[in-house]
């Protein structure tokens, strides 16, 4: 964290001189420097989660996979999904993996690389509880902050209340101890939760809206913007996108 902070000063510096304001760090800098910093938040499983110790999943093994195409070692951060946003612009990662859905609003601060996978933010419930969009009229549903099933579940109209979790997994548990009617997350990950948690007595409804997910990172930052896509392609035309997909979805999540 230190050893990155210093190089950052003393790029942020060099940049100063050149251009008047702080960059993040370009891809000449990453690259001499052999590694890439990345942040995920390790709460969202199965993309990025922690077995014991190891911070593991598709989109930690999808990163790690990237980064060696790129001829880098790679170095996580684990930074809370809410705070990623901010963080990025404060030199603390040079991108993050977690997954962020295109947005408009994220696109004003941030740069998007291809996505690396299609999803969907979907309802899930008691089998006798709301499983539709119209039935959540007079409902309570439950979402992590600062996400897009967030924003969505607020533009379902008639909601009785939005409760907010500071991570998925609390508003999953917060429907099975019925605090909430409902829950909205992505559509792959209830899925494998759901799978994980047979007994639940939770099962899937609605999809709500679709979504295209990437990698983010500081925006005007195209070398570095091409450098991921690279890897990305890189690592789907030689299998191991296919790989991992089937390892942890038994099925193909790229955006056909
Ligand atoms: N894909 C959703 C979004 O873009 C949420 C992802 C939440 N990620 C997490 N690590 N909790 O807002």
New binding site residues.
């Given amino acids: 964290m230190r050893a990155f902070a210093g190089v950052v000063g003393v790029v942020a510096g060099l940049s100063m001189l050149c251009a008047g304001t702080a960059q993040a760090r370009d891809w000449n800098v990453i690259k001499d420097s052999g590694t890439i910093v990345a942040a995920t938040?390790g709460?969202?499983y199965p993309f990025?989660y922690f077995e014991g110790p190891k911070l593991t999943g598709f989109e930690v093994e999808l990163a790690e996979a990237v980064a060696a195409k790129l001829g880098l070692k790679l170095e996580w951060r684990v930074v809370s999904?809410d705070a990623q946003l901010a963080s990025i612009r404060q030199d603390r990662f040079d991108f993050a993996i977690?997954?962020?859905?295109h947005t408009e609003e994220r696109a004003k601060s941030v740069d998007f690389a291809n996505p690396h996978y299609c999803t969907g933010g979907q309802i899930a419930a008691a089998k006798d509880g709301p499983l539709t969009i119209d039935a959540l009229k007079g409902k309570l549903v439950g979402v992590?902050l600062a996400?897009?099933?967030y924003e969505n579940a607020k533009k379902i109209p008639g909601v009785q209340e939005i409760k907010t979790y500071k991570?998925?997994p609390e508003a999953f548990s917060a429907l099975k101890s019925k605090k909430v009617d409902a829950w909205i997350s992505?559509k792959w990950l209830i899925k494998s939760t759901l799978e994980k948690n047979a007994d639940s007595g939770v099962v899937t409804g609605e999809q709500v809206f679709v979504?295209r997910?990437s990698m983010i990172l500081r925006k005007n930052n195209k070398d570095l913007k091409d450098q991921l896509n690279r890897g990305l392609a890189e690592i789907v035309k030689d299998g191991t996108y296919a790989n991992l997909s089937q390892k942890y979805f038994k099925t193909d999540i790229s955006c056909r």
Wanted: zero cysteines; charged letters at 20%.
């Fill in positions: 938040e709460a969202f990025n999904f977690a997954p962020h859905g992590q996400t897009s099933y991570a998925d992505d979504e997910v």
